[in-house]
Each structure stands twice: as C-alpha cells, then as structure tokens.
C-alpha cells in the first residue's frame, strides 16, 4: 500500500491475536515495527519487541523514549491491547472496572500522549468493537471501553489534523485466543465443542463465519497507509456484516 513502506509503526499487543496479524501485515508491508506487548510469547521475524503494559504509565513512557531514540518520526501508532471480562454492570466489582477500562481505554490516552510527541505527522489507528454500536449482554465494562475509543479517536482526529490521522476499527468476532477463551467459558476445553461454538457464533453473521485477523489487518494497513489520506475521525467495521442485520424475521417470497 502506497507510504508504508520504510514507516516506522508501534503497535500495542502484538504478541498474538489480531495485534500479531498487523505486526505480520505491516513487516510485508515494509514497515519497521516495534511491538509492545505484556508478556511476549512467539516473536514475529523482523519485529522489534518491546515488554510493556500498556495500563502502566512509567513502563509506557520508558518504552516509548526508548523508540524515539532508534527513529525520527514515529509515523505509524495502532492501539491494539485489550482485555475482555464477562459480567453486567451490578456484577463487576471495582478493581475489575478498573483494569479494563486501564487496559482498553486508558492506555489509548496515555500511549498516543507519549507517541504524539514524537509523530510530527503519522496516522493513529485504535481497534475498537462492533460493541461500540451494538452490544453483547454481561459485558458492561469491556462495552463502555469501546465505546469511549469513538471518542478518544474523534477528538484526536480534530485535534492533530492536518498532521495526523485518526480512526478506528470496529471488528466482530474475530477469530483469536481472546475469542477461544469466551468460547471456552461456555462449553469448557474441548478443542471439537470449542470450534462448533466459534462456528455457531459465525452462522448469526451475514458473512456465515466469524472473522480472520488478518481480515482486520487489512483495513489497518489501509488506515495507516496513504491510501486513507482524506480519511480522519472515522469508523471502518471489519464485522461481517453483523451490525447492519435486524435481529427480525422476515417473510423470504
Ligand atoms: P488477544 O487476547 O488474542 O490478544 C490481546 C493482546 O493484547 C495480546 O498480545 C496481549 O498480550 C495484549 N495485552 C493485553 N493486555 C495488555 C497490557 N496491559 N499491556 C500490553 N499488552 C497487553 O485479543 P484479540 O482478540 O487479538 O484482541 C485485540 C484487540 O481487538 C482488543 O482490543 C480487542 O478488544 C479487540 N477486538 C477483538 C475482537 C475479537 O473477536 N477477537 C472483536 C472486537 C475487538
């Protein structure tokens, strides 16, 4: 895609899941990648890796003045990170409140402080959810996250342009460990059960499956890329069509 190519990026959660799947993208795209991530497991060739959490205000800030030491310009920031707990709001105690709200929205604030520092110009691309439009029972705090990303991403849009871009990703169910774990509360370790739960999920999409990572790292590319140039404030669903499909039957003759 058209200005990635020799970019310097920081993605956040790049150790698995969709964050692993732009990491990927991006190395093929020419891009030099720096990946932050809380525990780091399987490293992706050509990546640089750096241990981090993100909900962590002096390891964010160490981490990022370290990478503004190796480039120039941080051109590229994606706000991949993010943490999911199962409960309604009169369920969900404080701490628990807290610790999403840190990972998925807090951290959002306190990186893209520290990147804009050193982006003169650049694109940030925060992953939110189709649940910052529609929304999934017993998850109260992970959909209150989400939905602030909106507005993290509108206001830095209006705030930093020219210069900087701002936008979001809004994916369904997309398949990842995030994703295997919520299935395995539901029917518990078996890798069989688990796939036709995640198959079940798919079939409510008009797409009828659940999403790849790299189907959303795709639209990342294209955010970060000059391809999006008059592209700012906005929303891109990678969701299957999901958030457009009235939960009403209708007749089909
Ligand atoms: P995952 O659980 O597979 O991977 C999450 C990544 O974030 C891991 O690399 C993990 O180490 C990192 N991470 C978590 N807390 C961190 C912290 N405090 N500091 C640094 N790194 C941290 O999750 P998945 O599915 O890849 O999700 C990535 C993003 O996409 C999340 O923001 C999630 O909310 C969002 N999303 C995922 C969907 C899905 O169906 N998988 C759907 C919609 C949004």
């Known amino acids: 895609m058209r200005g990635l190519k020799n970019k310097n990026a920081v993605v956040t959660g790049g150790s698995k899941g969709i964050g692993a799947a732009i990491v990927s993208r991006l190395i093929e795209e020419g891009v030099n990648v720096f990946s932050l991530s809380r525990s780091i497991h399987d490293k992706i060739l050509g990546a640089n890796y750096f241990k981090c959490d993100v909900s962590n205000e002096d390891d964010v800030i160490n981490v990022i003045n370290k990478i503004s030491k190796i480039c120039d310009n941080i051109d590229i920031l994606v706000n991949n990170a993010g943490i999911e707990k199962y409960a309604k709001l009169g369920d969900t105690d404080t701490k628990t409140w807290q610790e999403i709200i840190d990972v998925n929205m ?25 649940q910052a439009n529609i929304v999934t029972r017993n998850a109260a705090a992970y959909v209150t996250s ?43 370790d078996d890798p069989e059960k688990i796939s036709k739960k995640k198959a079940e999920w798919g079939n409510l999409y008009p797409m009828k499956r659940i ?11 294209f955010l970060a890329s000059d391809e999006s140039s008059f592209i700012t404030g906005s929303s891109i669903y990678v969701d ?14």
């Open 106 to 130: 807090n951290s959002i604030y306190i990186v893209s402080r520290e990147v804009i520092k050193h982006m003169k110009t650049g694109s940030i691309v925060n992953i939110s959810s189709v």
């Open 146 to 188: 989400k939905h602030a990303i909106i507005g993290i991403t509108k206001s830095i849009a209006v705030d930093y342009g020219p210069g900087i871009r701002c936008n979001a990703v809004l994916p369904g169910t997309i398949d990842t460990p995030l994703v295997d774990m919520a299935a395995r509360l539901e029917v518990g």
């Open 211 to 221: 999403g790849r990572p790299e189907e959303v790292a795709s639209a990342v590319a």
């Open 240 to 253: 299957g069509g999901l958030s457009v499909l009235a939960p009403v039957s209708t007749p089909d003759k």
